[in-house]
Every structure is written in structure tokens, then in C-alpha cells.
């Protein structure tokens, strides 16, 4: 880090921590481009398939009992016809085509990376700063109340299975403990607010924000 200069940014953060919120406004502050639904997205458009039905694949595992199938498939007793699995598009899928988006994005540079395994895609990569957004229960609680204001009687036990399927995603497309401090630079909680998260940000890395758009000249004739 001392020696590259930083050219990506990924963003992980706890669900409630409005940490995507903050890796959009990261994003256009610095000028750079944002990936986040995008790689969803663009997953979709690699594999062929609608978007929105891409989505429904997000943050989350297979159901076991598609895994299971999965392996009977293998089986050559059970195999389907050759390359029906390969049409196949399921969270396995989904998943590696994003890991393909994130190393190509990482190679151009200039771009905020938010979720989706990000930060261990890119573990070790000269040039990437990883980032993990967090924050206490009550702020979460409030968020989730204004977000779901007729599930807010729930929010507990909503905030905890969000979290907790997006590390078993992290555990079963990377090996890895989705909030391990050692796979991020910086924490940051998000009660510091947009504005002092950035400027800790650009502490850490040296990054300048983007040139602001200059005015236009008024018309001759005109005040």
C-alpha cells in the first residue's frame, strides 16, 4: 500500500450500516466509476439471462436441495444431457461470472467495488484498498424501522439473516470469515457520518476528489 498507489476501492459493509450509501457518494466524490448492482448486472448480461431474475440470486447460497441435485448431475448415472449444466445460471454461476467483473474492473482501476466478494477477489493486489463499514445495533435498528416500517418489530432478527447469508456466501465462493478484520485496511462505522468517512478515507489513501465540473460562462450581455 505504501508503494501503489490506490486505484480501486471495495466497500463490505453490515446490512443497515448504509455502507452502500456510502460507496455511492465515495464514488462520485472521487470522480470514479461505481460498481455495485452493476456487477449483478452485468453477470446477467455475460450469462445471457434477465436481469431481474439475476437478482433474485444475490447475497445468497443455492437452496440445498439444488446443491444436492447438482452433485446427482454429476454422477454419469444422472447426468443430463452434455453441456445442459453449462445453460444453467444458479448462484454458483452468478458468483464466478462477478469474480470475472471484479478482476477486469480492478485491471482498469478507478472504480468503487461494493459487496459481492470483492475485497477477497482482490486480496493482496497491489493498488486495492479494502473497506468495511459497520454499525451499533440502534442505528441499524432505526435505518431498518424507516426502511420496513411494518417488519420493524422484526428488524433484529431480519438485520442478523441478511448478514448471516451474506457470509455463508463469502465462506462457500472464497473460504473466508466475510467480516475477518484482516481481510479489510479500514473499518469504519458509519455513525462518523458520509462526510468524515471520506475525508478518513482519503487520509489513508492519498486520494484527491475529483476536479469540480466548471461553471458556465454567462452569455455576452447577459449578468
Excluded at 33 to 44: F, I, N, Y
Excluded at 101 to 116: M, Q, Y
Excluded at 128 to 149: G, M
Excluded at 181 to 195: A, F, I, Q, R
Amino acid at each position: 500500500m505504501t508503494h501503489t498507489p490506490v486505484r480501486v476501492i471495495t466497500v463490505e459493509r453490515e446490512y443497515g450500516s448504509r455502507g452502500g450509501e456510502f460507496a455511492h457518494d465515495l464514488a462520485r466524490h472521487l470522480g470514479w466509476r461505481l460498481l455495485d448492482s452493476e456487477l449483478v448486472t452485468g453477470a446477467a448480461r455475460m450469462a445471457g439471462v434477465d436481469p431481474q431474475a439475476a437478482a433474485r440470486f444475490d447475497d445468497r447460497l443455492d437452496p440445498w436441495y439444488y446443491r444436492y441435485g447438482k452433485v446427482l448431475w454429476q454422477d454419469p448415472v444422472y447426468a443430463p444431457a452434455p453441456g445442459s449444466e453449462g445453460r444453467a445460471f444458479d448462484c454458483e454461476r452468478m458468483y464466478s461470472l462477478i469474480r470475472e467483473e471484479i478482476v477486469a474492473a480492478a485491471k482498469v482501476g478507478g472504480c468503487v467495488l461494493v459487496g459481492r466478494g470483492a475485497a477477497c477477489a482482490l486480496a493482496g493486489q497491489p493498488g486495492c484498498f479494502h473497506i468495511f463499514v459497520y454499525a451499533t445495533a440502534t442505528a441499524k435498528r432505526e435505518w431498518f424501522a424507516k426502511a420496513f416500517p411494518a417488519k420493524a418489530h422484526h428488524a433484529d432478527q431480519h438485520l442478523a439473516a441478511f448478514d448471516k447469508s451474506r457470509a455463508a456466501v463469502i465462506r462457500k465462493f472464497y473460504g473466508q470469515d466475510w467480516c475477518a478484520h484482516s481481510l479489510y485496511h479500514m473499518l469504519l462505522n458509519s455513525s462518523m457520518g458520509t462526510e468524515t468517512m471520506i475525508a478518513a478515507v482519503q487520509g489513508a489513501t492519498g486520494l484527491a476528489a475529483a476536479p469540480a465540473p466548471a461553471a458556465e460562462e454567462a452569455p455576452a450581455g447577459k449578468a
